[in-house]
């Protein structure tokens, strides 16, 4: 059974530094592409970053600010989030796109349980 876990959400204040991690479990054949959402209160979740073996795309809110990154030897994924503003704060998520358990499946995504990340003073 293919497993999201993310962490490293918390309490920071204005202009600080989060990463978070996602990790990803059980054997995959292949994947399209790993993204980081977020869900505000009240919101709709949105698509924050997202990464594949080609490019990395970003929400315009937080371009020059967060970056995401991969690796590959530890099915891992970060979001570096530095000069973080209380509009960040959300529950974010990582979803992994397309998952295939072998050459003939389907793709299929998968979604983690989500980690808190609260921007106050």
């Known amino acids: 059974q293919v497993q999201v876990v993310e962490s490293g959400g918390g309490l920071v204040q204005p202009g600080g530094s989060l990463r978070l991690s996602c990790a990803l479990s059980g054997y995959i054949f292949s994947l399209n592409s790993m993204g980081w959402y977020r869900q505000a209160p009240g919101k709709q979740r949105e698509l924050v970053a997202s990464?594949?073996?080609?490019?990395?795309t970003y929400t315009d809110s937080v371009k020059g600010r967060f970056a995401i990154s991969g690796d590959n030897a530890k099915n891992t994924v970060y979001l570096q989030m530095n000069r973080l503003k209380p509009e960040d704060t959300a529950v974010y998520y990582c979803m992994a796109a397309g998952v295939r358990r072998d050459r003939s499946s389907l793709g299929s995504d998968y979604w983690g349980q989500g980690t808190q990340v609260t921007v106050s003073s």
């Open positions: 990464i594949t073996t080609m490019r990395t």
